[in-house]
């Protein structure tokens, strides 16, 4: 990682994890404890409790203690600082629909960008303990253990994952690529959390991924977790404008290619 010496970015890796699980802690103990009262309606579909906040605050706090003078861009209340060289691109609670539902699949995800380049991305399994991991150059890491995405070559043996955005799902021809991919792929999951999806993508868990309408704190670490582990991520035309979510696909690399095939059959693509 540019300008840090090795010995400072193993020491700053180990605190932004601990920091990284004990706001996990925190998100697991109040599981099943959010009163309807409790939950917010953002947008459409988009929901929010004490919990994201609480969240976002700590690891904001820590994350400051950690790299005095860094910016921040996050999904909750901290304002978006994007002047500054390092910027900590966070979403503290991936999956809050599960998450309200006690459906045990949401994660934190957290990395840091220094001068427009993702170095660090962290993303945490909080019911599982899985912290996925990558250093730009440095390789993915599952709990400390290098990973590789998956050796499936076949789509039709393939699992793929999508997620459905919270807005224009009428306009939106994911039906009919679904049903394509019902017919030509092994499996299809939609998990509720994007951060996870990638995650799962980088250690082979799922073959590939898609999904629109998301936001930068959505996918800054799962990219390049998926990258890291020797995946492939572009936009929905194979190119690279992906970095706000507006359209990602990331994939093991080997079906990537059909993938966007039957996607840009069904959309229309700028
Ligand atoms: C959501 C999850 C979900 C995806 C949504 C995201 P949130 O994030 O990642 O899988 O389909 O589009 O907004 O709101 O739970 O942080
Ligand atoms: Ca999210
Ligand atoms: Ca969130």
Known sequence: MQRYN??????????????????GAFIKEELGKVNSDDIETKAMNSLVSYVDKNAEAKLVKGLSELLPGSGFIT????PDDRSKDKIWIIDPLDGTTNYLRQIPHFSVSVALQVDGVVQLGFVYNIMLDEMFSAGKDHGAFLNGRRMIVSPTKDFNESVIATGFPYENRETLPFVEILQELMVTCRGLRRFGSAALDLAF?????????????L????????VLIVQEAGGTVTDFSGGNQ?????????????????????????????
Do not use: F, P
């Open 75 to 78: 999904e909750e209340d901290t």
């Open 242 to 270: 992906y970095e706000e979510g507006d359209q990602i696909v990331a994939s093991n690399g080997k079906i990537h290619e059909q993938l966007l095939s039957v996607i840009g059959q069904h959309m229309t693509l700028a």
């Open 201 to 213: 993508t980088a250690c082979g868990r799922l073959d590939a991924y898609y999904e629109c309408c």
């Open 215 to 222: 936001n930068t704190w959505d996918i800054a670490a799962g």
């Open 6 to 23: 090795t010995m400072d970015t193993r020491a700053l890796i180990g605190k932004v994890e601990s920091l990284i699980r004990e706001t």
